[in-house]
């Protein structure tokens, strides 16, 4: 069965993946660009994260070489690591401003 | 190897010293561990060994490149002591990250891998958006931590999608293999291949803060604290240029005419933006963070070279611009923190109430503008002379020294105000004497690296 898997990934034309995991990861930088709330822009920021995800899954399929997987494990790792600080962060500014819109946060100008 | 060892182990062992009630231990005991560190870091000279199935390489390259950042951080903590002062409660938490933190950067100039690349980058910055808002009452420190990681972590999205369509083009992430992959020049493959470059490019010109990703750059490090925003423009800045070289060098020597435009435009505006920038701040550190950007322009001119000199000049440059930085960060902190201000006004008169810390700050100054006698005159001749060795990027060469001249204009600002405008009851600075030891090592280092480029100059 887990043999298979590779082939399945196979049956659509690695074209397809490509241009499927672009169009997420431009949705996803198109969301950090137009939102103001920090957690819908973080949440923007996982699918771009995610989008690469897929990518190099299906790439490593159709090369069959694993580093690629390898490294979706590494992204994975690092992306829990910083929705811990990047959500402690929001909380403190929560809990300072009773908001996490990034616009109301403006003080740092010359 | 043993470096990145032992930061990891050090910093575990200062994380759990910080359960003890007195803070006083902390700052000898992190002291002790940077310079154990340092020393092991040299026994890896002329002793190139991979690690990892050839993920890791500790070669000549990486030993300079992590004695600059240990170094750095050596310098830099020592200011740290009105923390211990005020009982900070979270002191050893501090020092355990800037320790975290270094593993991070170490593993960004031995890299042999992409995955290090990216693990590195992000160890490094996860450490930095922490430590950005440490200051956690303060809204500034609050905006500024918010801004560094959404940012942040929106461009290691970017750099991620540039390594992922260079695998798919070359089918590795090893940077040597990479490097040699045949990319056919047409098709599918090869416009994964350029856009991966190009994306890759954008990622890390966002970390060492190359114009037009510099737009973060002045905020952030304004709101940071003083003493981490100086670990950001020195540290994360040489790692930043260290892993930036290593990877063209290694993994796109080949594609040079694809890269080399985009990358004179970066330069180019970098240079403009930081100097200009700087011209108009009222705020001294954001005049220093302007300057940061300069700086990084100054930086990747020696990568633009693109030659058997390029290394070192980078090395002396990372050295030059770290050491006077960590002064004149060190100097604004200590009068930021008695006077509670940073514009140029808190500055006036502190030649007559503080002398020494006038002169550190003065000769930091004269280094960062590029004046003959110290370190940073060596620094900008050593890029310059490797960009002449092509003789048609003399035009990069000229618009370089004119803003140099510019650069003279704003770091004196802060020498007028310390020397020519009076003191308005302004009192004393209350120094401490390590901390004044340490001032005085800086400005030796930083006149003696001027006198004697030859030192460190030609290691690499």
């Given at each position: ?110 | ?169 070359t089918g590795s992430f090893n940077i040597t293999e990479i490097g040699a992959a045949q990319v056919s020049a047409d098709g599918v493959t090869n416009t994964m291949f350029v856009l991966g470059l190009l994306v890759t490019i954008i990622g890390i010109s966002f970390k060492i803060s190359a114009a037009p990703f510099h737009f973060w ?244």
């Open positions: 069965m887990m043999n298979q898997i590779p082939e399945v990934i196979r049956t659509v034309p690695l074209e397809y993946y490509l241009y499927f995991s672009t169009a997420l990861f431009v949705i996803g930088v198109i969301g950090v660009l137009t939102r103001r709330n920090a957690i819908v822009i973080f949440m923007c920021v996982e699918l771009m994260l995610n989008s690469v995800n897929l990518l190099l899954t299906a790439l490593s399929a159709y090369r069959s070489d694993p580093n690629g997987q390898v490294f979706v494990f590494f992204i994975m790792a690092v992306a829990a690591a910083e929705v811990c600080v990047g959500l402690a962060i929001i909380v403190m500014i929560y809990r300072n401003i009773r908001s996490t819109d990034v616009q109301l946060l403006n003080y740092l100008k010359w | 190897m043993t470096s990145i060892i032992l930061l990891s182990v050090f910093g575990i062992i200062n994380l759990f010293v910080g359960f003890l009630k007195s803070n006083r231990i902390l700052l000898p005991l992190a002291l002790l561990f940077l310079a154990v560190v340092f020393g092991a870091n040299l026994f890896n000279w002329n002793d190139t060994q991979s690690y990892f199935n050839n993920m890791l390489t500790i070669d000549n390259y990486a030993v300079a490149f992590t004695g600059i950042m240990v170094l750095s951080t050596l310098l830099l903590i020592p200011f740290s002591q009105r923390y211990i002062d005020t009982k900070d409660e979270n002191l050893a938490e501090y020092y355990s990250l800037l320790l975290f933190s270094l593993v991070g950067a170490v593993m960004m100039v031995s890299y042999e891998n992409l995955i290090m690349l990216f693990v590195g980058i992000e160890i490094l910055s996860i450490s930095m958006y922490v430590l950005a808002g440490s200051d956690k009452k303060s809204l500034r420190s609050n905006e500024a931590a918010l801004k560094y990681f959404l940012m942040g972590s929106f461009f290691t999205g970017v750099l991620l999608f540039g390594m992922v369509m260079i695998y798919g083009a750059t002045p905020d952030v490090y304004q709101g940071t604290p003083t003493l981490f925003t100086s670990y950001m423009s020195t540290i994360v800045k040489t790692a930043g240029v260290a892993a930036f070289y290593k990877l063209m060098a290694s993994a796109f020597a080949a594609s040079y005419t694809t890269w080399f435009p985009t990358l004179i435009a970066i330069t180019v505006l970098t240079l403009v933006v930081g100097n200009i920038g700087a011209v108009v701040q009222k705020n001294v550190k954001r005049m220093l963070a302007y300057s940061s950007i300069s700086h990084a322009g100054y930086l990747l001119m020696s990568l633009i070279a693109f030659n058997e000199r390029s290394d070192s000049s980078i090395f002396f440059y990372s050295l030059a611009y770290s050491t006077a930085t960590i002064a004149a960060f060190g100097v604004l902190k200590l009068v930021a923190d008695q006077r509670k201000d940073e514009t140029f006004e808190a500055f006036n008169g502190l030649g007559r109430t503080n002398p020494l810390l006038a002169f550190a700050m003065t000769v930091s100054m004269m280094s960062l503008a590029g004046i003959p006698l110290t370190a940073g005159f060596f620094a900008k001749f050593f890029v310059f002379a490797s960009v002449l060795e092509d003789a048609n990027l003399m035009w990069l060469v000229v618009i370089a020294v004119l803003l140099a001249a510019v650069g003279i204009y704003y770091y004196f600002k802060v020498v007028i105000a310390m020397y020519m405008r009076p003191a308005e009851n302004q009192e004393k600075v209350g120094v401490n004497s390590f901390t004044s030891f340490t001032l005085i090592f800086i400005t030796i280092l930083t006149i003696l690296l001027g006198i004697v480029p030859a030192l460190v100059s030609d290691i690499l």
